[in-house]
């Protein structure tokens, strides 16, 4: 599965940006989309997961009530709608997939199988 992320850009903090995630050439089936995120200097980190199959979603502290992630079956897409945006959520973002999503194992960044190219969100102060 080759996962396209896009929808990042340039945005002055309290703006809002979604991001996008698909499939090309196949489906989310049963797995977990998470998107990460990288900033300069830094280690990559989790910022939200849902699990196709049911819906059920994990979100780091930082983003909770700021960021939405939510799926589209019929598009076959998961979106991350990113409000009150902030300069430190400067960072590149990427989607990825995990094909066996057990809840255990949707934050942990070595369970993700499938990898976007990744997408930059910069928010300036």
């Known amino acids: 599965v080759q996962l396209q992320a896009f929808g990042g850009g340039l945005v002055q903090a309290g703006g809002s940006l979604r991001l996008s995630c698909a499939p090309s050439?196949?489906?989310?089936?049963?797995?977990?989309v998470g998107w990460f995120r990288q900033a300069p200097g830094l280690e990559r980190e989790f910022v939200a997961s849902?699990?196709?199959?049911?819906?059920?979603?994990k979100v780091v502290d930082s983003v909770k009530g700021r960021f939405t992630i939510s799926r589209d079956k019929p598009k076959n897409t998961v979106y991350l709608q990113m409000e009150s945006l902030k300069p430190e959520d400067t960072a590149v973002y990427y989607c990825?997939?995990?094909?066996?999503?057990?809840?255990?194992?949707?934050?942990?960044?070595?369970?993700?199988?499938?990898w976007g190219q990744g997408t930059q969100v910069t928010v300036s102060s």
């Open positions: 990825a997939a995990n094909r066996f999503p057990i809840l255990g194992t949707m934050k942990t960044m070595r369970a993700y199988d499938y």
């Open positions: 050439g196949g489906t989310f089936r049963e797995y977990a």
């Open positions: 849902i699990r196709w199959s049911d819906g059920n979603i």
